[in-house]
């Protein structure tokens, strides 16, 4: 099936394989992707709005060219490598209990999103706001609290240390 410069409204895609598939110029409105294979999907002026993927793999993508007018998705126990959300406004989006390895956050309103029981190996967050946020449970998060605001930001302990790593100094019990 062709997927570029498509609309889809209200579909439930469930246990599709659509790696190397084009999503280019096409709109997905209240869309749900379960246990769905994204890898490497071209997403150049996609537009996502009300969109949650489930128990999906995603590797490779480039969210930074999707379509940011009113972009809206969720994500819930997935699987997220080697991704870019760079420079998007992503306020109130849900990463819950997902793996988010090598991934990039450069410049990403991140206000009040929820990163709970996720992983984030090797994630990097530069210049974001990331105030409001969860961090509950969440580990692997390495990022700088002087590159990011982190006001009124939520994190356990004892991941939380791993804020003081930017500061270069030696903890000790």
């Known amino acids: 099936m062709e997927y570029s410069n498509k609309e889809f409204s209200s579909e439930n895609f469930k246990n599709i394989n659509f790696t190397d598939q084009s999503f280019e110029d096409s709109k997905f409105v209240d869309c749900t992707f379960e246990n769905c294979?994204?890898?490497?999907?071209?997403?150049?002026?996609?537009?996502?709005?009300?969109?949650?993927?489930?128990?999906?793999?995603?590797v490779g993508l480039n969210f930074s060219k999707v379509n940011p007018l009113l972009l809206g998705f969720n994500f819930k126990n997935s699987k997220i490598v080697v991704s870019n959300f760079s420079d998007l406004d992503l306020k109130n989006t849900s990463f819950?209990?997902?793996?988010?390895?090598?991934?990039?956050f450069f410049h990403t309103n991140l206000v009040n999103c929820n990163f709970e029981n996720c992983n984030l190996k090797n994630t990097q967050f530069q210049k974001c706001n990331l105030s409001f946020s969860s961090f509950k449970?969440?580990?692997?998060?390495?990022?700088?609290?002087?590159?990011?605001?982190?006001?009124?930001?939520?994190?356990?302990?004892p991941e939380v240390v791993s804020l003081l790593n930017c500061f270069n100094i030696k903890l000790e019990n």
Do not use: H, M, Q
């Not at 994204?38 to 969109?51: I, M, Y």
């Not at 002087?146 to 009124?152: D, G, R, S, T, V």
């Open 96 to 104: 819950e209990g997902c793996e988010i390895f090598d991934c990039e």
């Open 37 to 58: 294979n994204l890898s490497n999907v071209k997403l150049g002026n996609t537009a996502f709005r009300s969109v949650l993927f489930e128990s999906c793999k995603i």
């Open 137 to 157: 449970n969440a580990k692997n998060y390495i990022f700088s609290p002087l590159e990011n605001n982190i006001k009124k930001a939520t994190f356990s302990i």
